[in-house]
T-cell receptor, first 117, second 117 residues
Framework: EAGVAQSPRYKIIEKRQSVAFWCNPISGHATLYWYQQILGQGPKLLIQFQNNGVVDDSQLPKDRFSAERLKGVDSTLKIQPAKLEDSAVYLC???????????????FGPGTRLTVT | KQEVTQIPAALSVPEGENLVLNCSFTDSAIYNLQWFRQDPGKGLTSLLLIQSSQREQTSGRLNASLDKSSGRSTLYIAASQPGDSATYLCALPSQEISSGSARQLTFGSGTQLTVLP
């Protein structure tokens, strides 16, 4: 089974530039997550999709960040304009839908390391 | 709001030593708890998932325990090896956002483990 794919793996941009990240989840996984991981911290959720609808984007800085999941499969996360504090690893994860009484597991991609100079 | 703490932030041990990593959480009404491993520049690999009804879970040299009443989980690594060097993160699902959707994870900041040859 192929894992979660992300690209690019690394990106260096100057502040005020824009950048986009791409994620392809595991086939059949309805739920997709974008997490931001700043150095030395645990990942923090930015946005959660179920199919192509947004479940939770309460922690997404909407003045500069946007995300979409067209057709309920691939997703893109965009930052425009970037700030120095956006330097982080951006992780994409996917999971099956929640099942009552069952367990679920999130599968993570390798991440995109963004450096804003 | 669930808060997750991991102590120590960093740990260095000689090869062959048994060790324990700690994770504490503030809200004992949990669904499950996951332990992840993160290698430098890589994504997260799930190690163990403990359901709220379980007390422990084992995989090879790893054993994770869960005590909901005290808000604690431990990850025990037996006979540590240099290949175990990585950052270990614990994570708990949030309260369900909407019926039928999977749950986002709240992470601790991780323990960076170094096993010296």
């Amino acid at each position: 089974e192929a894992g979660v794919a992300q690209s690019p793996r690394y990106k260096i941009i100057e502040k005020r530039q824009s950048v986009a990240f791409w994620c392809n989840p595991i086939s059949g996984h309805a739920t997709l997550y974008w997490y931001q991981q700043i150095l030395g911290q645990g990942p923090k959720l930015l946005i959660q999709f179920q199919n192509n609808g947004v479940v939770d984007d309460s922690q997404l800085p909407k003045d500069r960040f946007s995300a979409e999941r067209l057709k309920g499969v691939d997703s893109t996360l965009k930052i425009q304009p970037a700030k120095l504090e956006d330097s982080a690893v951006y992780l994409c994860a996917s999971s099956l839908n929640y099942r009552e009484g069952g367990s679920y597991e999130q599968y993570f991609g390798p991440g995109t390391r963004l450096t804003v100079t | 709001k669930q808060e997750v703490t991991q102590i120590p932030a960093a740990l260095s041990v000689p090869e062959g030593e048994n060790l324990v990593l700690n994770c504490s959480f503030t809200d004992s009404a949990i669904y499950n708890l996951q332990w992840f491993r993160q290698d430098p520049g890589k994504g997260l690999t799930s190690l163990l998932l403990i359901q709220s009804s379980q007390r422990e879970q084992t995989s090879g040299r790893l054993n994770a325990s869960l005590d909901k009443s005290s808000g604690r989980s431990t990850l025990y690594i037996a006979a540590s090896q240099p290949g175990d060097s990585a950052t270990y993160l614990c994570a708990l699902p949030s309260q369900e956002i909407s019926s039928g959707s999977a749950r986002q994870l709240t992470f601790g900041s991780g323990t960076q483990l170094t096993v010296l040859p």
